[in-house]
């Protein structure tokens, strides 16, 4: 079982920059895909970023060159950096874990969810 926690989320005016955290625990998941998803209100849960086990990456269109997708295998902790942030971006921003190595950027692919995080983004 893994356990995921994200952290980092906040109301920030657009423009602005956060770093959301994703801290794993339970059992090591080195080997695991790791993925971003977002959410906003009425909206389905939507992709927007992942890591491989191996470090490649995959970003939705909407933030690329915006966001960057990164792990720390050291902390068990991936992260999502998120600049020039716009009010289309706000959202509950949820880590999920894959138990295949590879990228996948539907949800029903993750395995495991986190209880998400809010980001805010003022205009």
């Known amino acids: 079982q893994v356990q995921l926690v994200e952290s980092g989320g906040g109301l920030v005016q657009a423009g602005a920059s956060l770093r959301l955290s994703c801290a794993a625990s339970?059992?090591?998941?080195?080997?695991?895909?790791m993925g971003w998803f977002r959410q906003a209100p009425g909206k389905e849960r939507e992709f927007v970023a992942a890591?491989?086990?191996?470090?490649?990456?995959n970003y939705a269109d909407s933030v690329k060159g915006r966001f960057t997708v990164s792990r720390d295998y050291a902390k068990n902790t991936v992260y999502l950096q998120m600049n020039s942030l716009k009010p289309e971006d706000a959202a509950v921003y949820y880590c999920?874990?894959?138990?295949?190595?590879?990228?996948?950027?539907?949800?029903?692919?993750?395995?495991?969810w986190g209880q998400g995080t809010q980001v805010t983004v003022s205009s």
């Open positions: 999920a874990a894959r138990r295949i190595a590879f990228i996948a950027t539907t949800p029903k692919e993750y395995d495991y």
């Open positions: 339970g059992r090591t998941f080195t080997s695991y895909a």
């Open positions: 890591i491989s086990w191996s470090g490649n990456t």
